[in-house]
Every structure is written in C-alpha cells, then in structure tokens.
C-alpha cells in the first residue's frame, strides 16, 4: 500500500513534464505516507499487551457484580461500573440511553422423570428465557420424542395433545464453523415452543445447544407468536440428560413433572451505556458494540464480558497512544440483548432519528478468544478496501476476512446502510460454555481477550485514517 503512494506520483510527475519544455523552477517534493502503519500496529499492540486493563475490568465485571440480566439490580450496578470505566478511559462524552425492556422472573424450577413404576429422578434444567411457568404448581405429563419436523407433521392432535415433547437435536460436529452450526440447529421448528404448543402439546424440553458433553443446561430465549391461544413452558436440559432420556424413551413409556413459577411483570427502564471521543476533522462516528447484560445466572465472561472490556481497551489504548481521531469514535454498551433486543434496536432508532452519519460499527460478541479475522458486512468495495490491509494484520494473526455476517447487536443498523464488521474469534469452546453456569472469568485467557482488544483497535485505527 505505502509502494503505491510513493512510486505513483513519481511516475505522473516524469510523465507530465515529458509534454512540456523543462522549466528552472524545482520539481516538488515528493510527499510520502503520513503512518507507516506496520509501525502504528507495533504501537498499538505494545500498548496494549503491556499496559491493557482489559482482564483486570473483566474481573471486576463477573465477579465484582457477577449476573447482569435485564431489569435486575445487577443490571444497574454494571451500568454504574461501565459509566466508570468509560471515563477512566478517556472517554470524554458519557450519557445513558433510557431502553424498555422486560422484566422476567425465573423463580424456581425444576423438572422430574419418572418411568413405569419406578421413582422421580431430577433432571438438572433451565426455563428458556421468558418463557411462561406452570404457575407453580406441578404439570405431569406424558414425554413424546420428536426430533424431524416432517415426523412432527405426521403426527395428528389427537396424538400430541397433553404431551411434552422432547427434541434432542445436537449441533452437527461435522460442521467446522461452530457459529454456523448454532445458528442452523437454533433455527429449527421444532426448538418453537409455539409450533409446539398449536399441535396440543403442553410443554417442551430440548436439548441443549452446546458443544460441550457434560450435563450443563444451556439457555435459549423464547419467542411466542401473537396468536398462540396457549403459550407453553419450555426448558431445556444438558446433553447427558438428553441422550439418557431418549435411550429410556426408546424402551418404554417416561413421565415428565415439570414445575416452574417463572413469570413476567410488564416492562422496566435501563439502559445503554455510551461513550465516545469526538473526532477532531468531523462528527462522523466509528461505533463499537458490545452487551452488556448477561443471563439471570452467569457471570457471562466470554458472552459478553469480553465483548465490553475490549471495546472499552479499545478507547483507552487510542488515548495513551495520543491518538489523534479524524472522525467520532463510540462504544455503544447494549441493555437487554439475551431475553428481547431492545437496546440495539433503540439505539440504532436513535441514529436515524438524529440523522447521525455512521461511517463503520464493529462488533465482539464470540467471547474472548484468540481473535482470527473479521467478518465484513458491507458493499464489495469497502470489503475491497480492508482486503488490502491484511498483510499489516497478518503478523498479529488476523488473516480471516472471507466471512460477511456481523452479529445481533448492530445488526440493526444495516438498515441505514453502515458497513458492519464483527471480530473474528476461535470458537471451538465457546459453545461450551455459552448460556450456562460455566461462563466464568476463569474460561477466559488474558492474553487472548488482549489479543482480541490490539486487532479491534488496529482496525478502528485504519478505517479512522482511510475512509
């Protein structure tokens, strides 16, 4: 890249002055690249591999304030320590964006088998996010294994009603890419509480969508649609559990007793958290994105614990390097991303209502492991454009830019047509831990998450200085 800019305008200058007599006045200088930005991303990862604070905020993050689900008090503490955390990082403009979001109680719950005449077993279990409870009292019934829509299709009312119905599909492990592979299997019909409960049936139990082969459950939020009369309970269950469950299934006749008081409540106010550090050519914004809630149970590290501390390293390494910004550079701490999605979607409403020119968002929400590229959602000539900065990234070992999706949370902002980008990360273990108890500061490696954190700031430093 730094070639083109020097030998280009040598090569225009000899040919202009071969069309006209040679004059005395001296040729000008020839002007080079103002960064040379091997050297800039030597800085930038020197900085943040020796001084980063990532880790260290991520501690205080899970285990100082621990679960952060929307409309809890955790919630609100962890909008307290992320205003906090902005500021020490140099963030100069703070403010909260107000967001509805649910208030859902899991209460408590559990879930028994029972086969023939034998006795009730425990199953370890979790409610899907909002679902609705059986009021608390015990809902027995009869468990039928399902595991092919065309099997689901197939089967009358008559034969599915007043049953659960059990799914144990797993993720495909021949499917390398294990994002894809959650995303398929997440997408079933048959993981539809409601297409579930419109053939009869009174509750659901899937199994859990993990990698992993303990017997952890695994959460998963619930949708139900407008017109379903009856909105049934749904839980699921860790992979041993499952696969036991189905092995009895396949011998003889298993009872389920499920028993769940979660419930909702209306609607609450929290918030998104927003810093940014004001571009000193133009109001245009670069925007970083991460969640900042978790689930009701987890300290939820690698999702999305990892995602804030590096977006907020991000803002703090440009600072001590004494960076100076062309454009806005924003971190965008999102409210309410695992049960609803309000925060991204009121956000992104905020920029179309304020008509804010958003030139690029980049997004981490894959946890905090070694970082391999980024996935670019955007027109084929910006796609273009950061192709040719691979070989600055490829010492730090980004090399993987061939994805285009970007995840959830600015997703939303693909509407008002910005580039989206997502960080790029080894996911082979983050379904082992994504949705449940195990997602602890523990999972997650410093050197990693900070690794995560250099690449995140070299991009943002690239697109700052080229478009």
Request: positive net charge.
């Amino acid at each position: 890249m730094k070639k083109i800019f020097i030998i280009l305008p040598l090569f225009l200058s000899g040919f202009l002055f071969s069309q006209k007599k040679p004059i005395k006045k001296p040729a000008k200088k020839v002007t080079t690249a103002k960064f040379n930005y091997q050297d800039e991303f030597r800085k930038i990862s020197d900085e943040i591999m020796t001084n980063g604070t990532a880790y260290e905020n991520l501690g205080e993050l899970t285990k100082g304030i621990g679960p952060r689900f929307s409309a809890t008090p955790g919630y609100a503490k962890a909008t307290e320590w992320a205003e906090k955390k902005l500021k020490e990082a140099g963030a100069e403009n703070i403010w909260k964006q107000d967001v509805r979001v649910p208030i859902w109680i899991r209460g408590k719950e559990s879930l028994q088998i029972k086969s023939g005449s034998g006795d009730w077993k425990n199953i370890r279990m979790l409610s899907f996010g909002n679902s609705e409870g059986t009021g608390g009292k015990d809902l027995t019934a009869e468990i039928i294994l399902i595991n092919d829509i065309t099997e689901l299709n197939t089967l009358t009312s008559l034969q599915l009603k007043d049953k659960i119905v059990f799914v144990n599909t797993p993720l495909d492990p021949k499917v390398i890419n294990t994002v894809d592979s959650y995303l398929v299997t997440a997408k079933s019909r048959l993981l539809s509480a409601s297409v579930i409960g419109k053939r009869g049936a009174k509750g659901l139990i899937i199994r859990s969508l993990t990698t992993a082969s303990d017997d952890t459950p695994h959460a998963k939020m619930i949708y139900y649609e407008p017109d379903d009369k009856a909105r049934i309970p749904a839980v699921t269950i860790g992979v041993r559990s499952a696969d036991e469950l189905e092995k009895l299934l396949k011998k003889q006749k298993v009872t389920a007793k499920l028993n769940m008081s979660a419930e909702s409540k209306g609607e609450t106010i929290n918030q998104n958290i927003i810093g940014e550090i004001p571009g000193n050519k133009d109001a245009k914004v670069i925007v970083l994105g991460a969640q900042l809630d978790s689930w009701d149970f987890a300290e939820g590290a690698h999702d999305d614990g990892s995602g804030v501390v590096q977006c907020i390293e991000v803002l703090r390494a440009l600072k001590a390097l004494g960076f100076a910004n062309s454009h806005t550079i924003r971190v965008v701490l999102y409210a309410n991303s695992e049960n609803g999605g309000q925060g991204r979607e009121m956000y992104a409403s905020y920029v179309k209502k304020k008509d804010e020119k958003h030139i690029f968002a980049l997004g981490t929400d894959s946890g905090g492991y070694s970082p391999r590229g980024f996935s670019l959602d955007m027109p084929p000539q910006r796609r273009r454009q950061i192709f040719e900065w691979k070989n600055y990234f490829l010492p730090y070992g980004i090399y993987d830019f061939d994805q285009t999706y970007a995840i959830q949370d600015i997703a939303p902002l693909k509407k008002l047509d910005i580039p989206l980008a997502e960080l790029v990360v080894d996911t082979q273990r983050y379904f082992d831990y994504h949705h449940s108890v195990e997602d602890t500061f523990d999972k997650v490696n410093k050197r990693e998450l900070l690794l995560g954190a250099t690449a995140m700031t070299q991009l943002i430093f690239m697109i700052d200085k080229n478009w």
